[in-house]
């Protein structure tokens, strides 16, 4: 099968792990895949949530099917797929992945590494600029303590 076939159906079978709405990759957090009871489709928890609040009730965005705020479950089966989908390169695998807790997102190896070294990099330009400071701070009061000692 060539590869751009191979991408192509990828690519249509990933869009069905995103939102329809505001078009985010699922997660088992803020955007908690939401089963509309009525309809059968899928929205994140925060749509239904913001849409439940404006609206007073919920309108699927495929099919345009109304419902009680009471009427949406988290989608189990999807959440389970999930944890199996890089949320960087959203390449599936056959295991379920590492989440990373501060990010609460699931990471391959090869893009939880690449994540630990920006932050890293992160931290030592911070310590860097916090150095730099620190020693500005200590130029100034060298030079106020000599101020002070050239006015008395």
């Not at 404006?54 to 189990?76: F, H, S, Y």
């Not at 999807?78 to 807790?101: A, D, H, W, Y």
């Not at 500005?136 to 002070?148: D, L, P």
Request: glycine share 4%; with cysteine.
């Amino acid at each position: 099968m060539p590869s751009h076939g191979h991408t192509h159906n990828f690519m249509s079978w990933t869009s069905h792990l995103k939102c329809k709405i505001c078009k985010t990759l699922y997660d088992d957090y803020v955007h908690r895949p939401m089963i509309l009871l009525e309809c059968g489709h899928t929205i994140c928890h925060m749509c239904s949530s913001a849409m439940g609040k404006k609206e007073g009730k919920i309108i699927c965005p495929d099919d345009k099917t109304n419902m009680a705020l009471n009427r949406v479950a988290p989608n189990l089966t999807l959440l389970q797929m999930l944890k199996r989908i890089c949320t960087v390169c959203e390449r599936i695998f056959g295991e379920e992945l590492k989440e990373e807790p501060t990010e609460k997102k699931y990471f391959c190896n090869k893009c939880l590494d690449l994540l630990n070294r920006r932050k890293d990099e992160v931290k030592r330009n911070i310590w860097a600029k916090i150095a730099v400071i620190q020693k500005k701070n200590s130029e100034a009061v060298e030079a106020i303590q000599v101020r002070t000692l050239c006015v008395t």
